[in-house]
């Protein structure tokens, strides 16, 4: 019913049809795949010191996609958004389920348990109605989301600040942006 994952960070619950995916965040693993994991997670559960963003306005200067700015602005909404990014900041476990974004914050010493006990009560759910309630869900997100994008991609990762961005997180010294 329930398989943890080669890391113990997720556990996946699989059935004929759907497959629900539950995921914790550990402050200690935190990087830009589990925070893009995390963004098309069903269900979020979070310790009290986990920590959610994308400080890349101070470490890379780089973007995110289009896709992920779309899911970005549809689970926190454009000014919590515009705010994160700007800052470079990351947003506590507590902001984060304010914001909808973790359903449950659980001590670390509960959260493997407390994940198990969740996949363990979805999977004991009506698998029809939760494989078209995914679906209904994805497509409703799908025709909000916007398409294309390749210009902003292309500016940023064309720019000297991203090449500045990167030449400084490789040295491990603060970029010097110069908006080119």
């Not at 969740?118 to 679906?135: D, F, M, Q, R």
């Not at 902003?152 to 110069?178: C, H, N, Q, V």
């Amino acid at each position: 019913m329930a398989d943890q994952a080669q890391d113990s960070s997720e556990v996946l619950v699989t059935r004929e049809g759907p497959v629900v995916t539950l995921t914790f965040n550990r402050p200690e693993a935190r990087n830009a795949l589990t925070w893009n994991i995390a963004t098309v997670c069903d269900i979020r559960i979070a310790t009290p010191e986990s920590s959610f963003g994308f400080p890349i306005a101070r470490t890379l200067g780089n973007c995110l996609s289009m896709e992920n700015y779309s899911r970005c602005v549809e689970l926190f909404g454009p000014s919590r958004v515009k705010e994160m990014i700007m800052r470079a900041r990351l947003i506590t476990a507590e902001e984060a389920h304010a914001a909808g974004f973790v359903h449950e914050i659980v001590p670390a010493a509960g959260l493997e348990a407390r994940v198990k006990a969740v996949a363990e009560e979805v999977a004991s759910h009506a698998p029809i109605t939760l494989k078209v309630t995914k679906e209904a869900v994805r497509r409703i997100q799908e025709r909000r989301r916007l398409e294309g994008g390749e210009d902003l991609i292309s500016l940023t990762y064309t720019s000297a600040d991203f090449r500045e961005g990167m030449s400084a997180f490789l040295e491990k010294r603060k970029p010097r942006w110069t908006g080119k």
